[in-house]
């Protein structure tokens, strides 16, 4: 994740989570790993250094991430 993602920009990115939701529903939310946020340990977090060690990454929403994502009781906004 060492540029910004979806935009094909060379330009050094500033994200640090990306929130995915499902039909205003339900949400899964992803930061970037720091020392408070281990996510090295999550092996379906995007920020994961797992995910950027290819030019161009796939990540493929499956049903267990809708199954495991938080309810947000019908309105995630």
């Known amino acids: 994740m060492q540029y910004i993602p979806f935009s094909g920009s060379l330009v050094q990115n ?9 039909n ?4 899964v ?3 970037e790993c720091t ?5 090295f340990n999550q092996a ?6 797992m995910f950027r060690d290819e030019r161009t990454e ?4 499956t049903p267990e991430d809708y199954q495991n994502a938080q ?6 906004n």
């Open 14 to 22: 500033n994200l640090t989570h990306i929130e995915i939701t499902f």
């Open 24 to 27: 205003n529903t339900k949400k």
């Open 29 to 31: 939310i992803y930061q």
């Open 35 to 39: 020392a408070t946020n281990q996510c």
């Open 44 to 49: 379906r977090n995007i920020f994961n250094p």
């Open 58 to 61: 796939v990540y493929t929403i």
């Open 71 to 76: 309810d947000c009781g019908g309105n995630c």
